[in-house]
Nanobody
Framework: QVQPVESGGGLVQPGGSLNLSCVIP????????LGWFRQAPGKEREAVTC????????HYLGSVKGRFTFSRDNVKNKLYLQMNSLHPAYPATYYC????????????????????WGNGTLVTVSS
């Protein structure tokens, strides 16, 4: 079983930065759609950033464009999410994920298309 593991969450001040990391052992990154999703209380899980396995283009949620940066290390099987200029918000759990088959190859923003999920890391932006 492929088991992603996230780390790096915590409490950060508004306007501050945080870097999340995730390791997903046992898969070849170039064969998978990869991404970060988040879920806030009472909200649906949403794609923050992801890259499809077909076009290899990184997509960002509109509200995080210019502030968040997604990166990966294919050798170490690690994903990163650099979050800058963080806004005050309800705490959200961030999940890293990977998907290989079906629609995940073309649209990485679809929750149901992903196959492997970490347990999440909690991010809280508060003064």
């Amino acid at each position: 079983q492929v088991q992603p593991v996230e780390s790096g969450g915590g409490l950060v001040q508004p306007g501050g930065s945080l870097n999340l990391s995730c390791v997903i052992p046992g898969i070849a990154f170039d064969d998978y759609a990869l991404g970060w999703f988040r879920q806030a209380p009472g909200k649906e899980r949403e794609a923050v950033t992801c890259v499809s396995s077909q076009d290899r283009t990184t997509h960002y949620l509109g509200s995080v464009k210019g502030r968040f940066t997604f990166s990966r290390d294919n050798v170490k099987n690690k994903l990163y999410l650099q979050m800058n200029s963080l806004h005050p918000a309800y705490p959200a759990t961030y999940y890293c994920t990977a998907g290989r088959f079906g629609v995940a190859a073309y649209d990485c923003s679809l929750d149901y298309a992903m196959d492997y999920w970490g347990n999440g890391t909690l991010v809280t932006v508060s003064s």
